[in-house]
Nanobody, 125 residues
Framework: QVQLAESGGGSVQVGGSLRLSCTAS????????MGWFRQAPGKQREFVAT???????TYLADSVKGRFTVSRDNANTVLLQMNSLKYEDTAVYYC???????????????????WGQGTQVTVSS
């Protein structure tokens, strides 16, 4: 089993920045494809970003391209740097992990096995 814990959420003004962190614990000896998703009130959970098992390939949703970046800080920690935040970025952000060793972009919820509890991001004026 792998446990995921997100941190770094909070409240920020429009145009501001936040950095989310996701740390894996438990059975982390394997390599994992990691993803970030978000869910706004009344909406379905949607894909935000993914990074492959080696950290060499990233893929972002069109809505965040040019503003967000995803990276691996170390073998067990993935970061989501969010810049130029907009009102519509307000959501609970979830980290997810898949044991798949692949270079294909994992953008679907069903592709992920493990999920964190989520961290709230609120963007306001």
């Amino acid at each position: 089993q792998v446990q995921l814990a997100e941190s770094g959420g909070g409240s920020v003004q429009v145009g501001g920045s936040l950095r989310l962190s996701c740390t894996a614990s438990g059975r982390t000896s394997g390599t994992y494809t990691m993803g970030w998703f978000r869910q706004a009130p009344g909406k379905q959970r949607e894909f935000v970003a993914t990074i492959n098992w080696s950290g060499s390939i990233t893929y972002l949703a069109d809505s965040v391209k040019g503003r967000f970046t995803v990276s691996r800080d170390n073998a067990n920690t993935v970061l989501l740097q969010m810049n130029s935040l907009k009102y519509e970025d307000t959501a609970v952000y979830y980290c997810a992990a898949s044991p798949a060793v692949t270079n294909a972009p994992y953008t679907e919820l069903e592709q992920y096995t493990y999920w964190g509890q989520g961290t709230q991001v609120t963007v306001s004026s």
